[in-house]
């Protein structure tokens, strides 16, 4: 009778010449931006405790194992059907589609072969391991281009596997890159590992699965460290009171996420309490920051005489006041990162772009007795910093994912906590001037920031973002409504896309150009995008910029009835926008209509508006702005 198998295996024996299918009842890939992060910090922290630079290879095969749980499959028809771990599965494919070409473009470092573990291929065709066939034509762009185009009416795992795979691009720690990439695969391929559960037959496996998952959850670190502040409450009826506001709290975090709990105390202790963060070099152990993001409950154990929480009435204030205010702190910015708000927009800018480092960086000015008012106008100031210093870091081909602005972060709130508006303005203000990258480019003169500013893969997301921006405060400030949120779009998807002014038609539109090569830099430059209506930019995205012909249909035309920033590439915005041409008079900005062929000369000058536009908006002075407010 066929027996039921568990055995560990490496993620190479798991993938390697193999194949995989769902059943089509299984869920949908659901990974989002934050499964990420903490996969890809987890690798790196475990790898980087064992490597050393002046290592051989070889020595990879001892450095410390990491384990990813366990997966259930039931083998038939020459398929392993995964009844448990496809999340897993793909976020691994994609992040092995992303070192494979990573390699590819490090020709200095040595490299390692990881596609086996992708696809295997027979009579010069592949097949992937992951045999799922609405998927396929997305990891098969993925693998060939680094990019895929996503067909009207994809699905929701197609969109998320490209939405993962870009996070991946962008949050792959610089630490792994270079040299030490090799090693880091290696460890990968044959130092983490799985348990493979599988099962004779479905029924068996659902069982397992149902076993593994009905019996009793762990406590959390978050369960501990509330059972042990409790045991240090000796009065009965506080402690009673303690934990009656505890549970509230918690089911109140846990209505914006269910681990919301435990993510606002790691922001909590990281911008209050943690002192400490691991040295960015081989082998050094984890501190503060580090062990905070672990079971923080062992942290505040043995931080307990640091934190007054080793005596009753330390233990008390610590969860009535202490916990009761930043809690609700904290709620306040989960809900502006949810829907945007005027007073606390900032919040909604940097969690659109994905920065999750802001909750800990936002609490660290705020003390025990600011009120609300108080608080916010300290949140407004810590966001306009971060979001200068990430549109800053993206216009010059700068990462700004998790794992490499950590420490950037930790090293910001030692800085300013406590700070009163005032100090904090002026300490986050000498801390931009004193940067090495700008909008205009890095001091070392290394990188160029707008000048060579452009659309590719790692710099999409904050164009788009950009543009939104740019469109927004050109609108409101000539007195229109603002319709930020309507253009960046909401859970279901984005109703707004970039659009290349130039359409994608060398043969038509490069005589301008010395070669397409020439002419795809010119076009993919940020002065020759705009945003507009997904629907719009499908349906005249081909046409040429000006013709000039009246019965010839072209963009000009149908850019006259878009939104104001496109708008104002037409006289249409001169000559009907009164709003606009008092806020052009205002600001002085050098906006231009072009009546005439969209060229090097055109983009260049529509390219000066832009920098322009951008020292408006993501200015350090704004810090300012927000003590009159």
């Known amino acids: 009778m066929p027996r039921i198998d568990a055995r560990s295996k490496t993620i190479r024996e798991v993938l390697e010449n193999q194949k995989y299918g769902i059943d089509e009842f299984q869920r949908e890939y659901r990974w989002d931006e934050k499964n990420i992060q903490e996969l890809l910090d987890d690798f790196e922290t475990r790898f980087q405790g064992s490597y050393r630079p002046d290592h051989p290879r070889t020595q990879v095969r001892h450095y410390d194992s990491y384990f990813l749980g366990s997966i259930i499959v039931n083998e038939r028809d020459g398929l392993r059907y995964i009844i448990d771990g496809q999340q897993r599965l793909t976020s691994l494919t994609l992040l092995l589609v992303f070192v494979h070409r990573l390699q590819s473009e490090q020709e200095e470092a040595a490299h390692v072969d990881v596609t086996r573990c992708i696809f295997s291929e027979q009579y010069g065709q592949r097949s992937f391991n992951l045999q799922i066939p609405e998927r396929l034509d997305c990891l098969s762009s993925l693998f060939v281009s680094g990019e895929a185009i996503l ?56 069982a397992i699965f149902e076993t593994m998952n009905d019996r009793g959850k762990p406590l959390s670190p978050a369960d501990m460290m509330k059972g042990y502040l409790l045991s240090q409450i000796a009065d009965s009826s506080q402690r009673q009171g303690t934990n009656r506001l505890w549970r509230q709290r918690t089911l109140e975090l846990r209505a914006y996420g269910p681990e919301e709990d435990s993510e606002f105390i790691k922001a909590w202790l990281r911008a209050r309490f943690a002192e400490t963060i691991r040295e960015r070099e081989a082998g050094a152990a984890n501190q503060d920051f580090e062990r905070i993001g672990g079971p923080f409950n062992k942290w505040v154990r043995d931080r307990r005489q640091q934190l007054g929480i080793a005596v009753p009435a330390g233990a008390y204030r610590f969860v009535n006041e202490l916990f009761d205010r930043y809690s609700a702190h904290y709620m306040r910015l989960l809900q502006a990162a949810a829907d945007y708000q005027r007073d606390l927009d900032i919040v909604y800018f940097n969690s659109f772009n994905n920065f999750t480092l802001q909750y800990a960086m936002m609490l660290a000015p705020v003390t025990p007795d600011d009120s ?74 290394q990188r160029h920031g707008i000048a060579h500013f452009g659309l590719n893969q790692f710099s999409k ?75 719009a930019n499908r349906s005249f995205g081909a046409l040429p910029y000006w013709t000039g012909i009246p019965d010839r249909d072209d963009k000009y035309r ?33 906006f231009r209509f072009h009546d005439a062929p969209f060229r090097k000369d055109e983009i260049t000058v529509r390219l000066q508006l832009y920098q322009s536009l951008c020292e408006r908006i993501w200015n350090p002075a704004q810090l300012f702005t927000e003590l009159d407010q």
């Open 151 to 206: 067909p009207e009416g994809a699905d929701e795992s197609v969109r998320n596997m490209v939405e993962r795979y870009d996070d991946i691009s962008s949050e792959f720690p610089d630490s792994l890159r270079g040299a030490v990439l090799p090693y880091f695969i290696d460890w990968l391929l044959d130092r983490v590992e799985l348990v493979l559960i599988t099962a004779p037959s479905d029924e068996d496996a659902y």
């Open 372 to 445: 609300v008012e108080s608080a916010n106008r300290k949140f407004r100031i810590v966001g306009r910093y971060i979001d200068i210093l990430l549109v800053r870091r993206a216009v010059n081909f700068m990462r700004s994912g998790y794992s490499t602005m950590s420490y950037n972060a930790f090293t910001t709130i030692l800085g300013i906590r406590g700070l009163s508006p005032r100090e904090l303005a002026e300490r986050l203000v000498t801390r931009l001037n004193d940067m090495n990258e700008s909008l205009t480019g890095t001091q070392d003169q």
């Open 461 to 535: 997301r904050y164009i788009f973002y950009m543009l939104a921006r740019m469109t927004a405060y050109v609108e409101t400030m000539s007195g229109k409504t603002d319709r930020f949120a309507e253009y960046v779009g909401d859970a279901d998807g984005q109703p707004y896309e970039i659009e290349h002014v130039l359409a994608d038609n060398f043969e038509r539109d490069g005589a301008a150009f010395d070669n397409e090569e020439d002419f795809q830099n010119w076009r993919n430059s940020f002065g020759a995008l705009v945003l507009l209506p997904r629907d």
């Open 558 to 590: 149908h850019y006259a009835r878009e939104n104001l920033l496109a708008r104002s590439l037409t006289k249409e915005a001169y000559e009907r926008e009164p709003g606009f041409r008092r806020f052009m008079e205002e600001t002085g900005l050098p």
